[in-house]
């Protein structure tokens, strides 16, 4: 670019950027105004196109200060998006009847047409995208405030954190956002995007309210997420699994910016992050389950809690560890059945008087809380998300996917290293859904590709997280399936090239675990006459199940070895579960529970190379361990029967394999 033009250029963006403050000036006072002093072009632009676009009455810039979540706060309530409890800092909020879970049917890519897109996901053109969604936001703020507020999707000066752009007319959602994610200033915000190089930038609005204050027009409900810009629009909704855009609507761009530009180095994931003392350390372990199947339980269960959803996890060069944050502070989680028996750490907070909490559609009586599930007799009558309700009401009391909010730091097992920016090394890798027929209860993968195909072949039955779940049973390939935009084949390259990334100290490389709590009696045989199916388990079992795989990651336990990885031994886990929760672990639960049933695993292999073989660009390595997998288990078959027991592999492994 020659002088002239280079200078011109400068003074057509100088002039753009001082429209873009006069206008923005109109709608905000002194104070609001002077937050946004030092931002740049970059950042302006968005909270200018958003304004004139949705057309609101006013902009309040949300720092993150006390003054400004103070303000918040009370605005949630002056303004009924929140209502008090008898306890102070603890208030409800009722989403609409139809307005319970993540909208899959309207939650769209928006790519260009030569953009490839996950086979499991729903795709819009690009422009003809935009210009919907665009025709749905205009002036849909109109006398309404428009709240501005700069997120860190990790802790602040993390180089895997994303600078995050929230542009919403609810208080609820930012209220919400407050507990959930670090906030920053303007000025830190602006630094940060300078320095990385780009920002997801988010819309949302609530859209026009009904008397009882939820969203009225669900006909025009958009979760769409352009994939080439990382802007988000979602509208006509409250529920905060669409409305709370730092959260999954983010973690899937967090997915397609590591695709593009941090190939087989970073990987974002639908898990939690959470640590255990063994001997002189502590062994963190990332767990990917499908929502409301036990993600956050199980982080429960560790006394280093970092994170129960999300996680960020790269490679520390200098130690050549892999290394994971919590991209959030705080805790979104579903509410049914938690109780003092099963989750008193969680119930110290929800029952305590210390701590913030946000509850969502469950029962209200007497300016008090109640859930199904809570251990204690619900009231005669209350209110609900849906109205009126009494105890001779055919419907639940709460919703299935009623939820609460708290920062960790309230959580008696908070580990302070969740704001470290530099992250936890993490130990292993773990993977679960709700699978009632076919896998053992853990198995240790054999090595990084056989982690990679136990993570990628998760089939779970589907749950009231989404709305129209019916309990069938679906893939979730890394319990992530929901929430990763590019093709499948590109995303299991992408997966087995982090774990192969020789920045790597192979000493340091995670352990792989498929995990499956949810076994059902029927499965295995043990469904008396007249007696009601269930689980071979229960939850508190998890505890145990989380330590032996801490000791067998660390080799200090042996183990069988079978076809598709390895499980523990029955004497290691009777010595756990007296010495953890002090239950008697019989050795019939045992065999129930670790033995393989080969019909139903060579039906999974089956079907998963089936699927796979549809995507595109699908590594051959896959396939041969899909492959191993079954010739082992036919042979086994051939051998012993249909249906082998741990002691019976121990025995064919004696007399055919020797060191």
Partial sequence: MNGKKESKK?????????????YLAGLMDEDNYQKLAHCSPQVIGPIFNGAIRMDPASIYINTGSDVDIEYIRQAALTKRE????????????????????????????????????????????????????????????????????????????????????????????????????????????????????????NYHSAGELTRTNVSANLQDRRIYMDVERFRSYSTNNQYAGNSIAPKKINHRFGNMNNLRNHFGQRLDEHMFITGFDVGNETVYFAGAYPSGCGKTGTAMTGSHLIGDDLAKIFIDSESGEVRAINPEKGMFGIIEGVNWDDDPEIMTILE????????????????KPYWVGMGKQLPEKGCNFEGEWSAKSVKPASHKNARFTVSLNALENYNPATENPGGVKLSALVYGGRDYTTMPTIVMTHDW?????????????????????????????FANEAFFPGPLGQYIRHYKAFGENPKIDPDNL?????????????????????????????????????????????GEVDTIWTPIGLIPKYGDLKKLFTEIIDKQYKKKTYTQQFSLYIDNLITRIDMSIEEFAKEKGMPAEFFHVLDTWRRDLIALRSVIGPIVTPDQIIEYVAANITE
Avoid at 13 to 22: G, H, N, Q, S, Y
Avoid at 354 to 365: A, K, M, Q, R, T
Avoid at 450 to 477: F, W
């Fill in 10 to 22: 400068k003074k057509t963006d100088a002039l753009r950027l001082e429209m873009m403050r006069t």
């Fill in 82 to 201: 929140e209502l008090p409890l008898a306890t102070k800092r603890h208030t409800y909020h009722f989403d609409g009847p139809n307005d319970q879970g993540r909208d899959t049917a309207n939650t769209k890519y928006l790519a260009h047409s030569d953009t490839e897109i996950s086979s499991l996901q729903k795709k819009v053109e690009h422009r003809a995208g935009i210009l919907e969604v665009r025709n749905i936001l205009n002036n849909i703020m109109t006398g309404k405030e428009m709240i501005v507020t700069f997120i860190s999707r990790g802790p602040v000066g993390s180089p895997v954190a994303d600078p995050t752009l929230q542009v919403t007319d609810s208080y609820y959602v930012i209220h919400s956002e407050f507990l959930l994610y670090r906030m920053m200033t303007p000025d830190e915000f602006t630094n940060d995007v300078e320095k990385k190089g780009y920002m997801f930038i």
């Fill in 352 to 367: 305590g008087t210390d701590n913030e909490v946000i509850f969502s559609n469950l029962l209200i009586s007497n300016q």
């Fill in 449 to 477: 590709i056989n982690t990679v195909v136990h993570g990628a072949i998760i089939r779970s039955a589907t749950t009231a997280t989404e709305i129209g779940a019916d309990g069938s049973e679906k893939r979730s390939p």
């Fill in 510 to 554: 995670p352990s792989g675990f498929q995990v499956n709590y949810w076994l059902h009696k029927s499965a295995r045989g043990t469904l008396a006459p007249g007696e009601q199916d269930g689980l071979l388990g229960e939850k508190r079992d998890t505890k145990v199940w989380m330590r032996i795989m801490a000791l067998m990651h660390r």
